[in-house]
């Protein structure tokens, strides 16, 4: 089998703030372009303020006693208008800053999980999406984890420091011309400081990020006993306290690395508190000294301790640190599914017949299907699971497929549906074998009910229009597929009709029984029929129907299908005998392929089994 999964390349873990700032640039150039201009905006506008209180203070210093109306007082004024203008600059700066940095942090998000969506729907089967570790890195490239941070914070984030570190930059050389030594010197302690911090810091986030996994399960454990799905057996089994422990002692086991990795980052803070503590210390008291011995002014004292004040910034680790962490983390996984534009194959499997007009029925399907030598083994598991099908199929024929509880027959239906690669030899479509470049053109002509046919949270119609979008306009199709699978009676009963929404979740919407969750489904892979599909592949359709239902289901299926070929898979012999041609699957392997009467004629499995089930029907009292 050949895994999707495996084609996805390792996350690119450098340079991906650069990536996530190219990247930005393109999808939206404009605001990047506001956002980068404001962010340095709003870090020199504080270095500005710095140098008016210092200004200010030599002013005040030297206008002391000499009146309100002189050169030296009007030098303070100015330099008050100074800072008050740049005191509002900063807050208008800053918040137009976080408002944009917060837009453009969405937008990125919003493109990434587009990128991802259509890189994970593009391949045409679907192994991947069975796959635990492909499944794992869909989610990081999310941005789910301990702490849900999608790529787009990471910019977000980005625009906060970088207008941080421009403070910082130029305070420190606002401390370089007070005595460029010391501006030097505290500079390098802090960025060394600050490096070392944020190592910590990402050694902590990467624990936390690698537990994706790990954490699906305990998310799952949490999710369990609030699924509609699972609610009432939680009830009914007393449940409840189960998934609760379940969740709280694997979150505790998960959780452990990342508790030991936050307390280590703990103590180091407590390290840096002393030494930053220690090294501002020692400035004040360096400029402090100059400015007695006369060797620097006293705004030169106010510009320095603010300066150190601002570098101190620096040192903080917080939530921006957070976003850079997580959300380059969810970026560098992002990135690494391919930008596709997902198109569809070249036809290059043989069209269906168009639709009869009059009727709605088709005429004969163009092309036989046939297995060769077909072998398949599911990701991860050490044996196949078919080992070498030979199955001719006629344009038009009706097969059932039988056999035991893990036989192979939905492998097979998947298979000959194009939904998985063969690990060995072919399903064709006429002399044209299925392959990636035609897979998709190819699926477009299978509609199918399986066992877990999809439940859509969406209105009825779009429910069994989904059998054909394209023709999603066609009122008279859908109400006969509805009438055909029994449902038009139900579906007229519907609060708002074909609109009502199938969810007792939404405003407005209904839940549907079982049985009628079925017909919708039946209903949609007929309207894909009435549109052209080939083939109507059947797992198990009857399963939730009544006797009447299913009865009436199989007395108008060759009508409803006629002209298609049709694979139905049941354990109802009922059902079964009404196809053309059976063949019994049996651990992978057909050992039986003929008519119904062929087969009990010939006495094997077959017969074996049909005669059990026929006898069970037989001795159920009356
Ligand atoms: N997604 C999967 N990943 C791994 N193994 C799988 C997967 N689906 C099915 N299998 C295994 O493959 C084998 C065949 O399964 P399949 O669903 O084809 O059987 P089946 O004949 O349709 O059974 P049933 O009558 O119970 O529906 C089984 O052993 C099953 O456990």
């Known amino acids: 089998m050949t895994s999707d999964a495996s084609r996805l390349p390792p996350p690119a873990t450098r340079w991906v703030i650069p990536a996530l700032v190219g990247y930005s640039f393109s999808v939206a150039p404009a605001l990047t372009t506001s956002t980068a201009l404001l962010a340095v905006l709003a870090g020199a506008a504080p270095v500005g303020i710095t140098l008016g209180i210092g200004g200010l203070v030599d002013g005040l210093t030297s206008a002391i006693g ?28 800053e918040s137009a800053r976080t408002a944009l940095g917060r837009a453009l942090g969405r937008r990125v998000t919003g493109r990434l999980s587009e990128r991802v969506m259509t890189a994970a729907s593009e391949p045409a089967t679907i192994a991947h ?8 890195r869909l989610e990081r490239a999310r941005g789910n984890g301990t702490i849900d941070m999608p790529p787009g914070e990471a910019i977000f984030g980005f625009s906060a420091k970088a207008s941080l570190w421009v403070t910082s930059v130029g305070s420190a050389a606002l401390l370089t011309r007070v005595t460029w030594g010391l501006g030097l010197v505290v ?12 190592r910590n810091y990402r050694i902590a986030v990467i624990e936390t990020v690698s537990q994706t996994t790990k954490l699906r399960r305990t998310s799952y454990l949490r999710d369990v006993p609030t699924t509609p799905d699972a609610a009432r057996e939680v009830r009914l089994f007393g449940l409840a306290a189960f998934f609760r422990d379940a969740y709280q002692s694997e979150w505790l086991v998960n959780m452990r690395e990342v508790w030991r990795r936050r307390r280590e980052h703990r103590l180091f803070v407590v390290v840096v508190v002393v030494s930053t503590g220690v090294t501002v210390a020692s400035v004040f008291f360096y400029l402090g000294h100059r400015a007695s011995t006369g060797e620097s002014t006293v705004g030169d004292l106010a510009l ?8 101190l910034q620096v040192l903080r680790a917080d939530e921006d640190d957070l976003r850079i962490g997580f959300g380059s983390k969810a970026a560098a996984e992002a990135f690494a599914f391919p930008a596709v534009e997902a198109p569809a194959g070249p036809d290059t499997v043989p069209r269906p017949a168009p639709v009869r007009p009059d009727t709605g029925l088709r005429r004969a399907p163009v092309a036989s299907l046939s297995c060769e030598n077909l072998r398949f083994r599911y990701g991860g598991a050490s044996d196949e699971v078919l080992h070498g099908i030979d199955l001719d199929i006629p344009a038009g024929q009706s097969l059932a ?28 479509v ?44 066609d009122e008279a199709g859908l109400r006969a597929v509805a009438r055909q699978a029994g449902l038009l009676a139900f579906i007229e009963g519907l ?44 797992d198990e359709p009857a399963a939730s129907l009544d006797a009447r239902s299913e009865a009436r289901l199989y007395d108008t299926f060759h009508e409803l299908t006629a002209g298609a070929t049709t694979i139905a898979i049941s354990h109802r012999f009922a059902t079964v005998r009404k196809a053309e041609r059976v063949v019994v699957l049996d651990h992978g392997r057909i050992i ?13 499995r077959y017969a074996e089994l049909f005669r059990l089930q026929a006898k069970r029907f037989e001795e159920a009292p009356s």
């Open 430 to 473: 006429g002399a044209t074998p299925i392959e990636d470049a035609n897979r998709r053109s190819w699926q477009r002509q299978v509609v199918a009910v399986f066992q877990d046919f999809a439940r859509y949270e969406l209105t009825v119609r779009d429910n069994i229009a989904f059998g054909s979008l394209a023709h999603a306009d």
């Open 66 to 93: 000499q009146g309100l109306d002189t050169p030296a007082a009007r030098e303070c004024y100015r330099w008050v208008v100074l800072i008050v203008v740049l005191l509002l600059f900063t807050h208008v700066t």
């Open 187 to 198: 500079f390098a302690v802090f960025v060394a400081i600050h490096s070392r911090l944020v």
């Open 304 to 311: 320095g301790g603010l300066a150190v004040r601002a570098l």
């Open 129 to 136: 999406l069975e796959d635990p570790a492909y499944l794992g």
């Open 592 to 604: 039986e392929d003929g008519t119904h009467d062929d087969l009990i004629a010939a006495g094997g």
């Open 495 to 538: 609060p708002d009709g074909w609109d009502t929404v199938m969810s007792g979740g939404h405003t407005g919407g209904v839940g549907a029984s079982g049985g009628e969750w079925q017909r919708i489904a039946i209903a949609r892979a007929l309207f894909g029929l009435r549109h052209g599909a080939q083939l109507l592949i059947m």
């Open 401 to 428: 497929i039988v056999g035991l509880n893990g036989a192979g027959k939905t492998t097979l239906a998947r298979l000959v549906a194009g939904l998985d690669a063969p690990g060995g030899g072919s399903v064709r």
